[in-house]
């Protein structure tokens, strides 16, 4: 009856009876329990982590959301400016042609008024001249001579 079998479950029994009474059960039910609130800590960490990323990531999409409605405000802006500087060059272009015309069409009238005087005082120069030949032949003496003087003295002060 006491064969090797017996001495083992007796020695198996006794070293249970051993752990039990130094409270191993207790030592390792709390380092399982400790290990436990550790892995429920780093999970509840990793949650903590993962909607903090999330809630990064939502900031993110909104500065990117943002951003994109500012890039496109910006272009619009550029567009309308561009568009306003393309009108404003235009209607300078507009009025230095206008401005340009009125120089012209000043001195086209400056030289027609010119030229009409440049003729008028030819004309009457030729009449001066042809009046006084007239003159001479039919008025002869210091009479004669006296009235041509004064007859174009009156043309020249009538035609200037």
Same mark, same amino acid.
């Given at each position: 009856?006491?064969?090797?079998?017996?001495?083992?479950?007796?020695?198996?029994?006794?070293?249970?009876?051993?752990?039990?009474?130094?409270?191993?059960?207790?030592?390792?039910?709390?380092?399982?329990?400790?290990? +436990?609130?550790?892995?429920?800590?780093?999970?509840? /960490?990793?949650?903590?982590?993962?909607? /903090?990323?999330?809630?990064?990531? +939502?900031?993110?999409?909104?500065?990117?959301?943002?951003? /994109?409605?500012?890039?496109?405000?910006?272009?619009?802006?550029?567009? +309308?400016?561009?568009?306003?500087?393309?009108?404003?060059?235009?209607?300078?272009?507009?009025?230095?042609?206008?401005?340009?015309?009125?120089?012209?069409?000043?001195? &086209?009238?400056?030289?027609?008024?010119?030229?009409?005087?440049?003729?008028?005082?030819?004309?009457?120069?030729?009449?001066?001249?042809?009046?006084?030949?007239?003159?001479?032949?039919?008025?002869?003496?210091?009479?004669?001579?006296?009235? &041509?003087?004064?007859? &174009?003295?009156?043309?020249?002060?009538?035609?200037?």
């Amino acid at each position: 009856m006491l064969n090797e079998e017996t001495f083992v479950a007796f020695g198996f029994i006794l070293f249970v009876g051993l752990l039990a009474y130094l409270g191993v059960h207790k030592k390792l039910n709390a380092a399982l329990d400790h290990r +436990a609130d550790r892995i429920k800590a780093e999970l509840a /960490e990793a949650e903590r982590l993962r909607a /903090e990323a999330e809630a990064v990531l +939502a900031s993110f999409g909104k500065r990117l959301a943002d951003a /994109e409605a500012e890039a496109a405000a910006v272009v619009a802006q550029a567009h +309308a400016e561009a568009d306003r500087l393309a009108k404003e060059a235009a209607d300078r272009l507009q009025e230095f042609i206008q401005r340009r015309t009125r120089q012209a069409q000043d001195k &086209i009238a400056t030289a027609e008024s010119q030229a009409t005087a440049e003729v008028r005082a030819a004309a009457a120069d030729a009449a001066t001249r042809a009046a006084g030949l007239v003159l001479k032949d039919q008025a002869k003496g210091p009479f004669g001579e006296q009235l &041509i003087q004064k007859g &174009i003295a009156d043309l020249k002060g009538l035609f200037h």
